[in-house]
Every structure is written in structure tokens, then in C-alpha cells.
């Protein structure tokens, strides 16, 4: 054997200096602190009010809608302004399969009267059909051009939901049933639940039912990027000429993606209209898609983490800035003069996306990863100082020492 041979480092060994003994702490930390986060959430529901279950719900539901869009945005670099379309279609497709017929005033709803469960999968598939409806003009399509176009979903969807006075209850919309799972409503009424002492009412079981979704979403997501349709749709972001050239059908993913992508927000908007107890046309315009936008951005596009912080810092702080208006500088409540809460929100998450796009491009999940790089680098990610070869190095062989191995010579 070689001298050349004995000395190649091993393969997996790293060439930065980092000893193989911290690639085992590295391989744990990250699920520890996914189990800790995980049992802090269980066990919320115990600890806070009732305005920070139903505000936490609301975020569950956005995450969900979040991690869908930066599937289609972030991961796939297609650019869509319809997700508030595929919400509204989640949404009132879940009010009108599971509600019931009745009238409001001179307006006669229209309802299967179906189980929530099956209303929440019809609402989920039927907004995965519009997707994919779609998905041939957005596989023609690409960046500003496809932006205008899904936004005349968002224009059309706004006309059926007025007009459609039988479905969706025109301007004054109609009220969602509530959720029940194989008996079990998610509900105040029965069954009386109580836990350690703790009764769990509406808000209570809303929040594990928001949970249990929105890990189901992030996990789906997670390992569809690690798979091999994942790669293939980050290849389409980076160059759809490259990914063609690859073996990659570039029209089906993109329709592909679009389908998951509209189902998330299907399903968003089902949890929307839960959290909510009614729907109404307003409830999904043009300022929705713009929301989801900012949200990925501020998270960090590409990054299913990232969107799911985004989703957490703009659709919470309306509601903490409306329920401590009085504490807030320059915020005041209904009614009264001054800022109100949901504009002050948006006037600080704007400026938000701003400093990122300035300083901090990959978004929140950026920042965990700086904070990663500099733990491993004790130098702050700056190159080591070099030294010069020693002598024996240099370009010609010693005729004493052996070949290497492979060498003819």
C-alpha cells in the first residue's frame, strides 16, 4: 500500500477539521429539541387561556397554508397571487357539504348536511382539482406573466362568492358547522371532557386538532423535499432547461405541484373557517395572497421551518396587537382614534420583509443556519490563514519514493 493511499482521508471525514465525534452530537440534537418543542405544545392547552388557543389555531391554519404556497413558490420558483382562491374553495366547499339547508334573512342556503370529516376531504380535494385545472396555464407560464394570471383567480372567485347567494351566502356569508371526528365535536357541548382537572372545550380540543394537522403538513412536506419528486422540482426552480435536459418532465411537475400545493390551502381554508365560525367573500381577497406571500419571504423561501415562522409572526400579530391595543404605542382600539391593530400589524411585518430583503435574504430560517455555521466555525465562517507547502512538496517526484496507486509509472 501507498504512502499516497495510507494518508487519504477517509471518505465522510471532513475536510474543514471537524472531528467525526461531532457528527453524532449533531445527529440528535435536532429530534431532542423536535420532541421538546412537540411536548411544550401538548401540554399548552393546560397552562394559557382560551385567547391564545383560538389565536394558536388561527396559526395552525396558516402554517398549513404557508408550507403549500412555499412548496409552489419557494421550492418550485412559480409565482402565484391565487392561493386565496384555493382557500376560499376549501372553505365554502366544507360549509356547503357539511352545513345544513335553511334560510338567512331573504337568502335560502343550500347544504348536503354530510359528516365534517367528509366535508373537510371534499374541501381539500375540490381545491386540489382547481389546481390542477390550472396547472396547463401555469405550466406555460413563468414568473410575472403566471403572477398575473392566477390573480385573476382571486378576481373570479371574488364574483362566484357574491353571486353564488345559495352556496356561500352571498355578501353576508353563512356559518361553518362544527368539526366532529367518529362521534367526538370539537365543540363546548357533548361530551363534557375534562382532563387533570382542566376542561377542554371548543378552543382546547380546536388547538390539537390544529396541531395534529399542521405537523401532518410540515412532515408530508419535509420528506416530499427529500425524496425524489423534491429534488426534481428544486432542479425546475434552478433551471427548467437543466432539469429538461435531466429527464425531467418540466409541464408535469409543474402541474404536480400546483395539485399539492392548492390542497394545502384547501385544507388552510377548511382550518380558516373553523377558526373563524363563518365565511364570508371578504375573508379571501387580493390582502390574503399578499399575506401568504410575506409569509414565506419573512420565513425564508424554500425553507418548510421557515414558512411555518413566517406563517406564526403574520398571522399572530394582528390578533396580539388587537388584544393588547391599550399597551401598544401608537395602537389604539375599535373604534377609537389612532392606528388600528391589524393596520399597525401590517406596517411592522412590512417593514419586516424589507429589512430581509435587505440584510437577512434567506428569511428567518436563514438565521438558524448562520447560527449553526458559527458553532461549528469558531472563526465566524472566515477561511483559515494558509500556510505555505513544506519543501518536499514540491511538483517533482522523488525517483526513491513508490508510485501511487493506480499510476502506471
Known amino acids: 500500500m501507498s504512502e499516497a493511499t495510507a494518508t487519504r482521508p477517509a471518505r465522510g471525514s471532513s475536510r474543514a477539521g471537524t472531528t467525526p465525534a ?10 431532542l429539541l423536535a420532541v421538546a418543542v412537540l411536548v411544550v405544545l401538548l401540554l399548552v392547552p393546560f397552562y394559557v387561556e382560551e385567547f ?5 389555531f388561527a396559526v395552525f391554519g396558516a402554517v398549513v397554508g404557508a408550507i403549500g404556497l ?32 335553511g334560510g338567512i334573512g331573504v337568502a335560502q342556503l343550500s347544504g348536503l348536511g354530510l359528516p365534517p370529516i367528509v366535508g373537510m376531504v371534499v374541501g381539500v380535494l375540490l381545491a386540489g382539482l382547481a389546481g390542477l385545472l390550472f396547472s396547463p396555464i401555469a405550466a406555460r407560464l413563468r414568473g410575472i406573466y403566471l403572477g398575473v394570471a392566477s390573480l385573476s383567480l382571486v378576481f373570479i372567485g371574488q364574483h362566484v362568492l357574491n353571486s353564488w ?59 416530499l423535499l427529500r425524496s425524489r419528486p423534491g429534488r426534481a422540482l428544486q432542479t425546475l426552480r434552478d433551471s427548467e432547461v437543466a432539469a429538461s ?11 404536480r405541484v400546483f395539485l ?13 373557517a373553523l377558526s373563524i365560525g363563518s365565511v364570508a367573500p371578504e375573508s379571501f381577497g387580493l390582502e390574503v395572497s399578499i399575506q401568504y406571500l410575506a409569509m414565506i419571504v419573512l420565513g425564508g423561501l424554500g425553507s418548510v421551518g421557515g414558512a411555518a415562522l413566517g406563517a406564526l409572526f403574520v398571522s399572530a400579530l394582528p390578533l396580539v396587537f388587537q388584544r393588547y391595543a391599550d399597551a401598544v404605542p401608537f395602537v389604539s382600539g375599535v373604534g377609537e382614534g389612532g392606528l388600528a391593530a391589524g393596520e399597525a400589524a401590517r406596517f411592522l411585518y412590512g417593514a419586516a420583509i424589507v429589512l ?16 449553526r ?14 500556510t505555505p507547502p513544506p519543501p518536499s512538496s514540491s511538483t517533482t517526484a522523488d525517483p526513491s519514493d513508490p508510485p501511487a496507486q493506480g499510476s502506471t509509472s
Open 245 to 255: 435536459v435531466m429527464g425531467v418532465n418540466v409541464q408535469r411537475y409543474k402541474g
Open 52 to 56: 391564545w388557543l383560538r389565536t394558536g
Open 22 to 31: 461531532a457528527r453524532p452530537r449533531r445527529s440528535w440534537l435536532r429530534p
Open 373 to 386: 455555521r458559527r458553532g461549528r466555525d469558531p472563526g465566524g465562517g472566515r477561511p483559515a490563514p494558509t
Open 70 to 101: 412555499n412548496l409552489l413558490v419557494g421550492t418550485t420558483g412559480q409565482l402565484s397571487l391565487a392561493h386565496a382562491f384555493f382557500l376560499a374553495v376549501g372553505a365554502i366547499s366544507y360549509v356547503f357539504v357539511s352545513g345544513e339547508s
Open 260 to 272: 399539492v400545493s392548492s390542497m394545502y390551502a384547501g385544507l388552510s381554508g377548511v382550518m380558516y
Open 165 to 223: 347567494t345559495s352556496v356561500t351566502g352571498g355578501f353576508n356569508g353563512r356559518s361553518a358547522p362544527d368539526f366532529s371526528l367518529f362521534g367526538f365535536t370539537f365543540a363546548n357541548r357533548d361530551p363534557l371532557l375534562f382532563i387533570a382537572g382542566v376542561e377542554f372545550r371548543e378552543a382546547e380540543r380546536l388547538w390539537y386538532l390544529g396541531l395534529a394537522l399542521a405537523a401532518a403538513a410540515y412532515w408530508f412536506a419535509r420528506n
Open 356 to 371: 430581509v430583503i435587505l440584510f437577512q435574504p434567506a428569511g428567518l430560517a436563514g438565521l438558524g443556519q448562520r447560527f
